[in-house]
């Protein structure tokens, strides 16, 4: 499915259930576009498929002390569905899926990832997260990569593309 159709359905469902699931969605690859910011990329280099789960843990103003901390109470206040925004992908073997503006508010999110099911130690899968354009005027993107021998990673990426924030 088209990756409008993908954000259309994925916060359709956010709406409803606060949970998405984004498995069955076909992935954008090999694409030189950049991705609009607020943009979420699942990537999966290794030889076997995994699911990967993103939960918003909360969202804030600045960058916690902690790592994958938020701090301060934005105003105005973000809607419940990106406080509590928790989505599901089930990426195949060396496939990339990207789903365009999930992140929606100029806010900093505070997110956690699982890989498979499983928390990640030792804060391998948390990180503060500010998808609007900062000093510089380039916004971000949110990665989860699975790498060639299984290991996670989160990834944040600049881009030149505002996505909802231009």
């Known amino acids: ?14 709406g409803t259930t606060a949970t998405a699931t984004l498995a069955g969605c076909s992935a954008l690859t090999g694409s030189s576009d950049d991705p609009p910011a607020g943009s979420l990329r699942f990537e999966n280099r290794h030889s076997v498929p995994h699911s990967i789960r993103v939960e918003v843990a909360g969202v804030g103003t600045a960058p916690g002390d902690g790592q994958g901390e938020v701090q301060g109470e934005p105003d105005p ?33 505070a997110v956690r990832f699982r890989l498979d099911g ?10 503060a ?7 510089d005027e380039r916004g971000s993107f949110l990665g989860a990569e699975v790498s060639e021998t299984g290991e996670f990673t989160w990834v944040v990426t600049s881009t030149g593309n505002p996505g909802p924030f231009g």
């Not at 499915?1 to 956010?14: H, V």
């Not at 997260?129 to 000093?135: E, K, M, V």
Request: aromatic share 10%.
């Open 129 to 135: 997260f500010g998808p609007a354009p900062g000093d």
């Open 77 to 109: 206040p973000v809607r419940e569905s990106q406080r509590t925004l928790t989505a599901t992908g089930a990426v195949d073997p060396e496939e990339t899926a990207l789903y365009e503006r999930v992140f929606t508010a100029p806010v900093w999110y």
């Open 1 to 14: 499915m088209p990756p409008s159709t993908s954000r259309r359905r994925f916060l359709a469902a956010l």
């Open 118 to 127: 499983k928390r990640l130690e030792d804060g391998a899968g948390t990180v």
